[in-house]
């Protein structure tokens, strides 16, 4: 049935093949800063000690096993969650006027949201508007469920800066009901984030234009090392009564990375009725438990239960997000050398944007043949855009680092 020439060879995920160059070197100075995976100062995977902790109570529960979840999830956990991305008090969480439903990590939760909308948008109408440039899974994540890309600019040319007048043109080109997918904080790759006043501005224009927007919420505490204000825009846009869907990641902020624990939100808009609002909110659920059960049948079950542990538990919560600023503060120390070692080499290009930008990414301006030099020459693996993962980064490999870049680049 199948031969060569009906199934062409697919592209593969220019993450995994730095991944899978990087582990074929033999060379013991080799650095990964491919996918965007924390390591500690030596560069070992980190299990977060809260995660441990929670692991260890999950252990010991006799009611613990290993059945089916409800479709929709565990509850104590996808509550929790709702509730770290919008703080406890919030008036939507008070009302109940948002629903969640978990998934298989941030990529699911992306893939699924994606889906239901599908579902509901005339195939001409299906029209992702996504940032240029963006984590490169989300246009394949939409392509896949039914949607065409379209680009809006992210940085204004020639600088690290956001685009906001960029941003807001897309907004007012683009017809009513365009999806507007937006980082929530972290911009992967550039590590700029619209400051609170920008958002206030894109949100009025989404608003305005009757656009969806749909948050990636990927890095919650890693940019700021502050989960509420990492939460601003999220929460502003609820405030501002638009309606709008967040797919939520636990892969980072826990280390919980191959668990796969993840949540979507769906908040509706504060124009229906209190009664309008439910019924709505019920539809949805329905439909996206009737996806779910189709693509997945129901959500992991082991990431969750420690998810929810650590989230509900107020010692393990405190714990946790000590755990997290240890990790924003590494990299921001790391941030801080990159940035004086190249100005003292007197390495081309301005390098203050690095300290001014947050997360766990910068961009080298740098070409494709002195991505190739970094990593035949240096043993140093980064994505093919310029985009190095600074979490694999630490003070015994950022020498190397540095001197094999500014010799790159001079
Ligand atoms: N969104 C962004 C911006 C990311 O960088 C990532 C992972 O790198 C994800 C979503 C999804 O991650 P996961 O599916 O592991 O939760």
């Given at each position: 049935?199948?031969?060569?020439?009906?199934?062409?060879?697919?592209?593969?995920?220019?993450?995994?093949?730095?991944?899978?160059?990087?582990?074929?070197?033999?060379?013991?100075?080799?650095?990964?800063?491919?996918?965007?995976?924390?390591?500690?100062?030596?560069?070992?995977?980190?299990?977060?000690?809260?995660?441990?902790?929670?692991?260890?109570?999950?252990?010991?529960?006799?009611?613990?096993?290993?059945?089916?979840?409800?479709?929709?999830?565990?509850?104590?956990?996808?509550?929790?969650?709702?509730?770290?991305?919008?703080?406890?008090?919030?008036?939507?969480?008070?009302?109940?006027?948002?629903?969640?439903?978990?998934?298989?990590?941030?990529?699911?939760?992306?893939?699924?949201?994606?889906?239901?909308?599908?579902?509901?948008?005339?195939?001409?109408?299906?029209?992702?508007?996504?940032?240029?440039?963006?984590?490169?899974?989300?246009?394949?994540?939409?392509?896949?469920?039914?949607?065409?890309?379209?680009?809006y600019p992210?940085?204004?040319?020639?600088?690290?800066?956001?685009d906001l007048q960029g941003t807001l043109a897309a907004i007012e080109a683009s017809?009513?009901?365009?999806?507007?997918?937006?980082?929530?904080?972290?911009?992967?790759?550039?590590?700029?984030?619209p400051?609170?006043?920008q958002?206030?501005e894109i949100a009025q224009a989404l608003?305005r234009k009757?656009?969806?927007?749909?948050?990636?919420?990927?890095?919650?505490?890693?940019?700021?090392?502050?989960?509420?204000?990492?939460?601003?825009?999220?929460?502003?846009?609820?405030?501002?009564?638009?309606?709008?869907?967040?797919?939520?990641?636990?892969?980072?902020?826990?280390?919980?990375?191959?668990?796969?624990?993840?949540?979507?939100?769906?908040?509706?808009?504060?124009?229906?009725?209190?009664?309008?609002?439910?019924?709505?909110?019920?539809?949805?659920?329905?439909?996206?438990?009737?996806?779910?059960?189709?693509?997945?049948?129901?959500?992991?079950?082991?990431?969750?239960?420690?998810?929810?542990?650590?989230?509900?538990?107020?010692?393990?919560?405190?714990?946790?997000?000590?755990?997290?600023?240890?990790?924003?503060?590494?990299?921001?120390?790391?941030?801080?050398?990159?940035?004086?070692?190249?100005?003292?080499?007197?390495?081309?290009?301005?390098?203050?944007?690095?300290?001014?930008?947050?997360?766990?990414?910068?961009?080298?301006?740098?070409?494709?043949?002195?991505?190739?030099?970094?990593?035949?020459?240096?043993?140093?693996?980064?994505?093919?855009?310029?985009?190095?993962?600074?979490?694999?980064?630490?003070?015994?490999?950022?020498?190397?680092?540095?001197?094999?870049?500014?010799?790159?680049?001079?």
């Amino acid at each position: 049935r199948f031969t060569s020439q009906l199934v062409p060879l697919a592209a593969e995920d220019p993450l995994y093949e730095v991944l899978a160059a990087c582990q074929s070197d033999t060379s013991k100075v080799k650095i990964d800063l491919g996918i965007g995976a924390y390591k500690d100062d030596n560069g070992k995977p980190w299990v977060l000690p809260a995660v441990s902790k929670a692991e260890a109570i999950l252990r010991q529960r006799l009611d613990y096993n290993h059945e089916y979840l409800p479709i929709s999830g565990l509850k104590s956990f996808t509550e929790a969650a709702s509730e770290l991305l919008l703080g406890k008090d919030h008036p939507s969480i008070q009302q109940k006027r948002l629903l969640s439903i978990q998934s298989v990590s941030g990529t699911g939760a992306l893939y699924l949201g994606a889906l239901f909308l599908a579902t509901l948008t005339p195939l001409a109408k299906r029209v992702a508007n996504i940032s240029f440039p963006s984590w490169s899974n989300h246009s394949a994540i939409f392509r896949t469920a039914g949607w065409s890309i379209s680009e809006y600019p992210y940085l204004r040319p020639c600088s690290q800066e956001f685009d906001l007048q960029g941003t807001l043109a897309a907004i007012e080109a683009s017809p009513p009901d365009a999806v507007f997918v937006l980082h929530a904080c972290a911009h992967n790759p550039t590590g700029v984030d619209p400051t609170p006043d920008q958002w206030k501005e894109i949100a009025q224009a989404l608003k305005r234009k009757n656009q969806l927007p749909f948050f990636d919420c990927a890095y919650q505490g890693f940019a700021t090392g502050d989960f509420d204000r990492d939460a601003f825009a999220i929460r502003h846009f609820a405030e501002q009564g638009l309606e709008f869907f967040v797919a939520q990641s636990s892969a980072k902020n826990f280390g919980l990375y191959g668990q796969r624990v993840g949540c979507l939100h769906y908040i509706p808009s504060s124009l229906l009725s209190k009664k309008e609002s439910w019924v709505t909110l019920a539809r949805v659920k329905s439909q996206l438990s009737s996806l779910q059960r189709s693509i997945i049948s129901n959500p992991p079950r082991y990431g969750s239960h420690i998810v929810s542990l650590v989230l509900n538990d107020p010692e393990l919560m405190k714990e946790w997000k000590n755990n997290v600023l240890t990790m924003s503060e590494r990299i921001g120390k790391v941030r801080k050398t990159l940035q004086s070692e190249f100005e003292n080499r007197g390495t081309p290009g301005t390098w203050s944007y690095i300290t001014k930008q947050v997360g766990m990414f910068i961009m080298l301006d740098v070409r494709a043949d002195q991505v190739l030099k970094l990593r035949e020459e240096y043993h140093i693996y980064i994505s093919p855009n310029g985009r190095v993962s600074l979490g694999g980064l630490n003070t015994h490999n950022i020498d190397h680092f540095v001197r094999a870049a500014d010799r790159v680049l001079k």
